[in-house]
């Protein structure tokens, strides 16, 4: 655990969550780590789709915003957005969505919107993005979040994008399309929901991290699953990996962009 | 056929005070050249849609061109807080803003509802969230073969949409390569589009199936290199990522914000000079 | 990743008697040899699916493979009538055919509403025409913001629907260019889709913003070189308009047609033997 | 006119109401000639949509279907066909729709469908194809069609597209977006609406051509305009470039497609 930090262990724990032909809706950030890491590890077909519509797209350094010319570049193809959300998501193609947020609840319904009131919040969050129609219609939802009173929340201040509601198959009756998130991973290991009253719930812990730990860490009374897994940590090939991959994006990111000051 | 014209002559006859305008591009191919102009000729009251609103509109935000946003996601890709923009929701700094709020599914519906001229787009969208709680402007409609119940968003037609693109020909056809967004989409619902772009040239490179617009749905075309710096124009620039990350910085304090805002934009006569008056390689 | 095999497996193995089929390409890249395929394989009770039936769907039926077809325009382009659709229709030769008629705007509509797995597609359509009153497909929804109606058209959603594309690679992403009708959406409103290509490749050509279907959305590939003749594909080979023309002349009469259809299709084993089979240099 | 046919002088009166600045779907036959004759002659800057998604196309030679490789070749751009219904016809971006039909009433409306009762008709023609909704929106339709009494009709079998509806503004009451039939061309001159009854009336006969035989060729008391105009002949320049076209065009069609028989 000291060789490697609790942000590339819950990168490592979700790329392990990801299979060889899965279709994957890709955020910015440790989800889109998470999927690349996959891609050059055990994953080398998994299909990466963001939302700026680049399909099929095989990065060699991480983009830093949501549509960096490196995806186009490398996708198979690139189409309008709408179609992104409407052809592809929608219609049921996408097997994973990664969601990030400020706060989820114990159902794990997220909030990107508010804190405080919707009229007059005192913290403006960024808002939903592509989260609501992800979590309604990717056929499962994994959750990447640090853990914090503050962020795993007993009431949300707003509910940008659903996961199973008030529980007890609230979800299903819905209508939602998708499974709903499957799998949160946070700081200290992965929460899943009891199969029955869908509560959030402790599944797995990293090695080294303890029930004490993520109870702490967690505003509601954390439950624990009847089982209770250890993370192995990050292989060596994978940490190497993942630590190639952030370093080649540093040094890509960090390179002057020249000015494209022209005779114009 | 399109009219070729400076960028400041078309933001001065087609921009008036209280439009609604999209500058489109997502991530890619941002019209900054266009938003600084507008903020250069001091518009108010401008009804601002983007599904991202990034830097441009936290500049036009910031420095008070406008009354509404219709977006999706307001923040700093990959950075954090676009702070002029909640400057203005959390504390009404310079002044109030009115929020048309959506999910990018919904707004892309609401786009593609615009370039159809049909008075309201269908998705299956916002399903047991608070968005339409608080937004009158998604509603629901039933399908009248199946009886199921849908999410429902009204068209997006703005008054004005301005674009950057790399390349116009002589006859004000505009050809597009790299992420899209809902660029295409806003420029068909738009009464007037606007496009800056990189290069004008004697003819197009061969499109067949690439993305073309074609002139008799452009209204002005202005010859605008580096246009959507610190955006990209894909086979042209780079995304400057750096600037994104400073900007953070620069923008997180008034006063420092509106510095560099006089500095760099009201005190420069054009993008050209904008372009110079940045630290080069350094910015 | 979808699977590549024989024209002849794919069709027996996704073909079943019933299935609802569209065999699309708008007179560019029309699926012929998967048409002639079926018709080998004495498939029945198929509800097809085509905005333009053409010369295959015409062969289709007038072997009795179809029970009902859902189009926009049935004729032979250019040229006049397809006469085994007409013999169905006026005299149920060989058999009746189910008619679910729709213009070329509403199947569209309904076409992308498949893609988009929506139960419904909306139009400003059909006003003021018989086509609603003969189909009760054709409804009307109000919009929930204006008020306004307009028309309705349920999804068509394919069991199967068949193209013909120039480029697949080995992994069966399929590349597509030229005029390409309503393929793309007929073939992400199917539960199965099967690609006939001219070529197999390692690489496919750079596409960006290019037409590919991804591999995932595929379910098989067959190569088959020259299938959408006396279609064409562009790039490899030219519409056989005189093929176009003749057809009337061999479709016009029963017995002729009947005798085409066996010397040409059912007495050739694939493809490659029909083709062999015509007057090279002069179908 | 013993120079010309009237299919020529047809095609030749129809290219002469188009404008340089038109933008006009095309569809096959009489009208793809006249637009094509329009933009080889005093428009050479119109606008050529077909309704297979070619925009701007500008062909050597005439299509026989609607969708010949030539179009693709030659178009500013190939777009999906439900975009040409929707982004381009549907939102109000074409000037001039030109449709044939089968059989026209006094009052513009068009059947292409059936001859007889629709379940079981005595003819079953091709069907509406794109006409509903070219009638519906473009700004000005233009009708092409041979006059006989069975095809200008007192009554249609069946109405696949709408002109005027029963005349007398029905069609503006009706919220159809486009103008409607401003001109139709046929064997002995041009008919037009009547400005208050929006009744077909002669309003235009091709040099030589006779009132009487006018009304001989149309299925009702074919009404006359206060003023008749006279079509003058197609001039040598128009009638060179169309003959030359159908010859270019005749040429490439009667050129033997090799069949595609590779080694597969």
């Known amino acids: 655990m000291s060789a490697c930090t609790r942000d590339e262990w819950m990168t490592v724990a979700a790329a392990r969550l990801l299979k060889n032909r899965d279709v994957c809706f890709v955020g910015i950030g440790l989800p889109s780590a998470a999927c690349n890491l996959a891609r050059l590890t055990h994953a080398p077909q998994i299909v990466l789709i963001y939302e700026s519509g680049t399909i099929g797209t095989r990065p060699d350094v991480m983009p830093l915003s949501i549509g960096d010319g490196e995806l186009a570049q490398t996708a198979a193809c690139v189409v309008p957005l709408p179609e992104i959300f409407s052809y592809y998501l929608q219609a049921g193609r996408v097997d994973i969505g990664f969601l990030g947020a400020a706060q989820i609840d114990r159902h794990g319904n997220l909030n990107s919107t508010v804190i405080g009131p919707y009229e007059r919040p005192s913290t403006r969050l960024p808002g939903a993005g592509g989260a609501p129609e992800i979590a309604q219609h990717a056929r499962q939802v994994f959750v990447m979040l640090r853990a914090s ?51 959030l719930q402790l599944v797995a812990l990293f090695e080294g991290a303890t029930v004490e730990e993520a109870r702490a860490a967690i505003g509601w009374p954390l439950q624990l699953a009847d089982r209770i897994d250890t993370i192995a940590p990050p292989s060596a090939h994978e940490l190497d990996t993942l630590r190639a991959l952030h370093a080649r994006t540093r040094e890509a990111h960090a390179r002057p962009v020249r000015i494209p000051l022209q005779n114009g | ?137 998604i509603r629901r409609v039933a399908c009248p073969f199946t009886g199921e119940v849908l999410a429902a968003v009204p068209a997006l037609n703005p008054d004005v949409t301005i674009l950057h693109a790399q390349r116009a020909d002589r006859a004000g056809n505009v050809a597009i390569e790299g992420i899209l967004g809902a660029t295409r989409e806003a420029a068909l619902a738009a ?93």
């Open chain 2, 1 to 137: 056929m399109s009219v070729i014209l400076p960028l400041a002559d078309a933001i001065e006859r087609f921009i008036t005070d209280g439009a609604s305008v999209a500058l489109e591009g997502f991530t890619h191919l941002i019209p900054f050249a266009a938003g600084h102009e507008i903020i250069r000729q001091r518009r108010r009251e401008l009804h601002l849609i983007r599904m991202t609103p990034d830097l441009i509109y936290d500049q036009l935000i910031g420095m008070g061109c406008a009354r509404k946003l219709t977006f999706s996601w307001g923040g700093n890709p990959g950075v954090g807080s676009l702070h002029r923009l909640r400057d203005a929701v959390e504390n009404h700094w310079p002044r109030a803003l009115e929020l048309d709020e959506h999910s990018h599914a919904g707004m892309a519906a609401a786009f593609c509802a615009g370039a159809a001229r049909l008075p309201f787009g269908v998705l299956r969208g916002y399903l047991d969230t608070d968005l339409p709680a608080h937004n009158p402007n």
């Open chain 1, 149 to 199: 009173k503050r962020s795993f929340v007993e009431r949300l201040a707003f509910r940008s994008s659903a996961g199973y509601l008030d529980g007890h198959g609230a979800r299903a009756r819905s209508g939602a399309a998708g499974g709903g998130p499957r799998a949160v991973i946070t700081d200290f290991g992965m929460l899943a929901p009891h199969p029955e009253s869908e509560e």
């Open chain 2, 191 to 283: 009464t007037t589009l606007i496009v800056t772009v990189e290069e004008i040239v004697d003819a197009l490179p061969p499109a067949m199936n690439g993305i073309v617009l074609p002139h008799w749905v452009v209204t002005a075309v202005a010859h605008c290199p580096g246009g959507a710096y610190p955006s990209y124009a894909q086979g042209h620039y780079a995304r400057d990522n750096a600037f994104y990350k400073q900007w953070d910085e620069i923008a997180r304090d008034r006063s420092r914000f509106l510095a560099w805002m006089h500095r760099h934009v009201l005190a420069t006569g054009d993008h050209r000079a904008f372009l110079a008056s940045l630290p080069q390689e350094a910015a």
